[in-house]
């Protein structure tokens, strides 16, 4: 969560709280006093009827009676709202981990599958472009036996948190498996997906990575694959279109590494 959004964050909970709170005072003073106002008449067999006693409710002389229960109703409103609060939290942690690869932060394989799917429809709907590439980070192996598993993991977080920040807004950046990564691209043809996979092996290639237990920074190159989706008679599934990427990223391997095929 981001410094500007924080403020703003505990301005909408303390809102929520008071909100809570003042329904809890409302409540209290208007439907448990005077409830327990009208249970007492009964119990105590006064005869009053019971309009009088609920409008009695309300005179001087059951001030303290009121105030109190007003307190209590406050102290359930915002019990209340603090536990419905604490749901809510709790419920958007299941949902982010439900959908994130616990490692990298990166949307995981099976939400961006889900994804996948949806702009398929959409493309092939409205007749848009859709294009996906897959990028996997070259000599990944030969890294994590020299440096070890728990230094492959600070790699991967470091490359796939660069990774989101050089993807476009409207992409979908996930990691679909080990040192494989993929992305998304709406409304995309070959054209400008080739331009924009070319960008990112650059950028890769150009920065200094720091994985904070290894003892210098060091460089990375990737190989990626590009795709768009194909137009064929029916309707393409997901699995097309993540073959035809997979099958570029192997020629891109397969001719040198440090490189885009499409």
């Not at 019990?79 to 990298?104: C, F, I, M, P, W």
């Not at 590439?133 to 070259?138: F, Y």
């Not at 960008?199 to 795709?227: M, Y």
Request: with cysteine.
């Amino acid at each position: 969560m981001t410094n500007q959004r924080k403020p703003m964050y505990k301005c909408k909970f303390a809102t929520r709280l008071l909100l809570h709170t003042l329904i809890g005072v409302i409540v209290g003073y208007g439907v448990l006093h005077p409830a327990s106002v009208f249970i007492f008449h009964r119990a105590t067999h006064q005869s009053i009827s019971h309009i009088d006693s609920l409008i009695s409710a309300f005179r001087p002389d059951h001030g303290w009676m009121a105030l109190y229960f007003s307190f209590i109703g406050a102290l359930f409103g915002l019990l209340n709202g603090l536990y419905l609060q604490r749901t809510a939290v709790l419920y958007e942690k299941v949902k982010k981990l439900s959908l994130t690869d616990e490692l990298t932060g990166l949307f995981n394989r099976r939400h961006f599958i889900q994804s996948l799917e949806r702009e398929i429809r959409r493309a092939q709907r409205y007749g848009n472009d859709l294009a996906l590439i897959m990028i996997d980070i070259d000599h990944f192996k030969k890294y994590n036996d020299a440096f070890g598993h728990l230094a492959g993991d600070r790699l991967l977080r470091s490359f796939a948190q660069h990774l989101a920040r050089t993807a476009r807004g409207t992409d979908v950046v996930g990691r679909y498996g080990g040192e494989e990564f993929v992305i998304l691209m709406p409304d995309t043809g070959i054209e400008m997906a080739a331009h924009l996979a070319e960008r990112i092996r650059q950028d890769i290639q150009d920065h200094l990575f720091e994985t904070h237990g290894n003892p210098k920074s060091f460089k990375i190159t990737v190989s990626i694959g590009c795709a768009q989706l194909p137009e064929v008679e029916g309707q393409s599934q997901a699995d097309d279109l993540i073959k035809l990427a997979d099958d570029c990223l192997y020629h891109a391997k397969s001719n040198g590494r440090n490189r885009i095929c499409c």
